[in-house]
């Protein structure tokens, strides 16, 4: 998983990317997607295996500012539940994450596997320290060895193995792209979108404008093309899809998403723990309180504190601001909750930018076409990216290639609800 860093790097060769296309027009039906994070990447994978798909008449080209799944994609908890939301989306994505993982051997190739999920309640103030003469037993569950009972004051279930799993997200995502590869019809480029070109009538979206990452090569001129200035490169597509997340309203000013920062740790415990999910509640003082949810994967433990909006989304996911100081609270209160990653190593310590709808009647996401021709978006998943990314990508792909989503009802996602895009006057 790559580390949040001010250093970007360029893929080698054998990564399969370019900075810039791989074909020239050659009257297949090109669609675009924007964004190389989970999202894009199952889009693009659910297009190729679309009944309606044939490398002979559609390609793909998966556009990336620095490199697939190098934001959230890459820095979630990865936790897949039935009791996400939304609705619409929950069960088919769900179900789609237990076909895959059959399919390809999930739990060795991205570390699936189904657990289960307690909250936990827990006073560390200095008063409960003091008068606490000896720790009652709570009853944790037998296999839950690796948590201190003694600051923990109650428990509960709140779902098992039959409705929780999880992945570890940024293997997820390559495993996918590599699958998505490998009809031959897909193409990553290395490059940053800096804007959509509209139609003269401004109805419709024609093509993308990006500046070329890790290459100094001319562009094809059929489907790239320079501009005046030798660096940016315009591409036409017949179909553009927006996966961008927390970057979406840069391409898109009008649209209701946005980022909220969230700050996450991994550590390797001194000892191999079960599998379970923790969303705790801890006392710090009066009225002071943390909440630190807690994920034991295979080979280490993903901690992550709540989400802040003390900084706008930066440029790419390379420039996003990690808090030393929110970092080292999280390995703080974790290893009060636990010896095991108290004296465990810490692996990770980063921050990525979550994309969240700000309309108070939706919890997003939007997924479909916008108000612009040929324009889609599948944007604003929160925290349930990872969980909502298989079911994403399949209705997408029907909606791309039938006009309509058939596995699922997305029509209350619709984007045209929401908002309406275009061109920026003087544009």
């Given at each position: 998983?790559?580390s949040?860093?001010?250093?970007?790097?360029?893929?080698?060769a054998?990564?399969?990317?370019?900075s810039?296309?791989?074909s020239?027009?050659?009257?297949?039906?090109h669609?675009?997607i924007?964004?190389?994070?989970?999202?894009?990447?199952?889009t693009?994978?659910?297009?190729?295996?679309?009944?309606?798909?044939?490398?002979?008449?559609?390609?793909?080209?998966?556009?990336e500012?620095?490199?697939?799944?190098s934001?959230?994609s890459?820095?979630?908890g990865?936790l897949?539940?039935l009791?996400?939301?939304?609705?619409q989306?929950?069960p088919?994505?769900?179900?789609l994450?237990e076909?895959?993982?059959?399919?390809?051997n999930?739990?060795?190739?991205w570390?699936?596997?189904?657990l289960e999920t307690?909250?936990?309640e827990?006073?560390?103030?200095?008063?409960?320290?003091?008068?606490?003469?000896?720790?009652?037993?709570?009853g944790?569950?037998e296999?839950?060895d690796w948590?201190?009972?003694?600051?923990?004051e109650s428990w509960?279930?709140?779902?098992?193995?039959?409705?929780?799993?999880?992945?570890h997200?940024?293997?997820?995502?390559?495993?996918?792209?590599?699958?998505?590869q490998e009809?031959?019809?897909?193409?990553?480029?290395?490059?940053?979108?800096?804007k959509?070109?509209?139609?003269s009538?401004?109805?419709?979206?024609?093509s993308?404008v990006?500046?070329?990452?890790g290459?100094?090569?001319?562009?094809?001129?059929?489907?790239?093309?320079?501009?005046?200035?030798?660096?940016?490169?315009?591409?036409?597509?017949?179909?553009?899809?927006?996966?961008?997340?927390p970057?979406?309203?840069?391409?898109?000013?009008?649209?209701?998403?946005s980022?909220?920062?969230?700050?996450?740790?991994?550590?390797?415990?001194?000892?191999?723990?079960?599998?379970?999910?923790?969303?705790?509640?801890?006392?710090?003082?009066?009225?002071?309180?943390?909440?630190?949810?807690?994920y034991?994967?295979?080979?280490?433990v993903?901690?992550?504190?709540?989400g802040?909006?003390?900084?706008?989304?930066?440029?790419?996911?390379?420039?996003?601001?990690?808090l030393?100081?929110?970092?080292?609270?999280?390995?703080?209160?974790?290893?009060?909750c636990?010896?095991?990653l108290?004296s465990?190593?810490?692996?990770?310590?980063q921050?990525?930018?979550?994309?969240?709808?700000?309309?108070?009647?939706?919890?997003?996401?939007?997924?479909?076409p916008?108000?612009?021709?040929?324009?889609?978006?599948?944007?604003?998943h929160?925290?349930?990216?990872?969980?909502?990314?298989?079911?994403?990508?399949?209705?997408?792909?029907?909606?791309?290639?039938?006009?309509?989503?058939?596995s699922?009802?997305v029509?209350?996602?619709?984007?045209?609800?929401?908002?309406?895009?275009?061109?920026?006057?003087?544009?």
């Amino acid at each position: 998983m790559p580390s949040a860093s001010n250093t970007r790097t360029v893929p080698s060769a054998d990564s399969r990317m370019s900075s810039l296309s791989s074909s020239a027009d050659d009257g297949r039906t090109h669609i675009i997607i924007v964004g190389a994070g989970i999202i894009g990447v199952c889009t693009a994978y659910y297009l190729t295996r679309h009944p309606k798909f044939s490398p002979k008449t559609h390609k793909i080209t998966l556009i990336e500012s620095t490199r697939p799944a190098s934001g959230a994609s890459g820095k979630a908890g990865g936790l897949l539940a039935l009791w996400a939301f939304p609705s619409q989306l929950v069960p088919l994505s769900f179900k789609l994450h237990e076909e895959l993982a059959e399919q390809y051997n999930g739990v060795d190739e991205w570390a699936y596997r189904r657990l289960e999920t307690v909250s936990l309640e827990g006073n560390l103030s200095k008063t409960a320290r003091v008068t606490k003469k000896k720790s009652i037993d709570i009853g944790l569950p037998e296999d839950l060895d690796w948590v201190r009972s003694d600051i923990m004051e109650s428990w509960s279930s709140l779902s098992g193995k039959d409705s929780t799993a999880q992945v570890h997200p940024y293997k997820f995502t390559m495993f996918m792209l590599r699958r998505a590869q490998e009809s031959g019809a897909v193409n990553l480029v290395l490059g940053k979108v800096q804007k959509l070109n509209y139609s003269s009538k401004g109805n419709a979206v024609e093509s993308v404008v990006y500046d070329p990452v890790g290459s100094s090569a001319e562009p094809f001129s059929s489907e790239s093309k320079a501009t005046s200035d030798g660096q940016s490169c315009t591409m036409k597509g017949d179909k553009i899809v927006i996966t961008v997340g927390p970057w979406t309203s840069r391409l898109l000013p009008t649209c209701p998403v946005s980022g909220l920062r969230a700050h996450s740790v991994t550590i390797t415990p001194s000892r191999p723990v079960s599998a379970y999910a923790l969303f705790t509640e801890l006392k710090l003082a009066r009225g002071k309180y943390i909440s630190p949810e807690i994920y034991a994967r295979k080979d280490e433990v993903y901690i992550c504190g709540e989400g802040d909006n003390y900084v706008e989304v930066p440029d790419t996911a390379d420039d996003v601001e990690v808090l030393k100081e929110r970092c080292e609270e999280l390995v703080k209160y974790a290893g009060i909750c636990s010896k095991e990653l108290q004296s465990g190593k810490i692996t990770r310590r980063q921050a990525c930018y979550l994309p969240v709808v700000d309309v108070p009647s939706a919890s997003g996401p939007l997924i479909g076409p916008t108000t612009s021709q040929n324009l889609y978006m599948a944007s604003g998943h929160s925290c349930w990216g990872i969980n909502n990314a298989p079911g994403t990508g399949k209705v997408m792909a029907e909606i791309l290639l039938e006009g309509e989503a058939k596995s699922a009802d997305v029509s209350a996602l619709d984007p045209r609800r929401y908002f309406v895009c275009g061109p920026l006057p003087g544009e």
